[in-house]
């Protein structure tokens, strides 16, 4: 197991294949959802609309609140 930062909080999670979190995997942790909220909204105000939709889709795939 190892720790991420991810959207201000540390994520510890199992090696994963490509090394990289699902959007499961961060909402799981405590106050993974609103990370996942944050990085939306910083993405969206970067321009990166294809990247938060993609988080949204997967948000919503899993019955999470969005912003």
């Known amino acids: 197991m190892r720790s991420v ?3 201000g909080i540390t994520v510890a999670h199992m090696h994963r294949p490509k090394g990289r979190l699902s959007v499961a995997d961060i909402a799981a942790q405590p106050g993974g959802i ?3 909220q944050r990085r939306v909204h910083e993405l969206r105000s970067s321009g990166v609309n294809f990247a938060a939709n993609a988080i949204e889709q997967e948000m ?8």
Not at 60 to 67: G, N, S, V
């Open 34 to 36: 609103e990370a996942l």
């Open 5 to 7: 930062q991810a959207g």
């Open 60 to 67: 919503a795939a899993l019955d999470l609140p969005r912003q």
